[in-house]
């Protein structure tokens, strides 16, 4: 039997930026269909890594490959030849939405399906209707269906989110990496958008790799965290290993006051 290919892959990578280590020696592994926060404090290199995966940011030339379903993103410092194919299997979630503000949310959830298209029709703007109907779809799905003609921009954060959620799908994305998701959005809408990635995940199998500043969304919608400080793993395991303990170790002895003020005891 073959091992199954892990969704991400990522070996040995460091990122330096002028005397500055974002990330250090960092090598993670994600299977297919887990659901991962990565946490730590401000600087510690979530975004770096997350973007590092993507190929968005290009690692040290001392850094081993980072693969996407094992296609090749980058490897020493150099971006793979098929990072394009690499990156169409993940849809990109940013905290800052991401979305064509000028066009409609229809059209902006419709883009998810360029990287399948020939360039000249994407050009055109030649959808087939079978993606036209996947579009839809996806925006009732999830849950702005009546906001699919309004501009972007005359949508409130959350509603856009979720239309980049659904841009993803259309996509016909395996995998989300999702950078502070819902570090812009009001409690409400940041629960219904992790409950969102949370249902992608076990009910289509997409895998979820999802930077928090939250420890308490990690816990509730995650089962696996790795956290990062200075640019370093310094947990890998199961969000239920998250002790008062290791979450001052993470987050430093400030992090006291805050745990103090949940009344969290373990
Ligand atoms: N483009 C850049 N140029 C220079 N330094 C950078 C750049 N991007 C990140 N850094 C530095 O690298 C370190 C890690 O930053 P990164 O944004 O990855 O951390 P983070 O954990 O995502 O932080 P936050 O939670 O505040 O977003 C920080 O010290 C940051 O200042």
Redesign the pocket.
Known sequence: MTEAIPALEIHDAT?T??P????SNVSLSVERGEMVALI????????????AASGL?VADTSSGPIRIFGDRVQEAGKLSRGVRRARSQVGFIFQQFNLVKRISLYANVLLGALGRMPGWKGALGRFSTEDRKKAMEALERVGVIEHAGKRASDLSGGQQQRGAIARAMVQGAQAIFA??PIASLDPVSARNVMQLLSELNSQDGITVVV?L?QVDYALKYCERAVA?KD?HVIYDGPTSGLTRTRLIEIYGDEYIGVLDEEGATS
């Open positions: 990122k930026y002028g500055m280590r974002a990330i730590g404090p401000s600087g510690s290199g979530k975004s770096t890594l997350l973007r940011v950078d502070e930077t500043h990062l640019g």
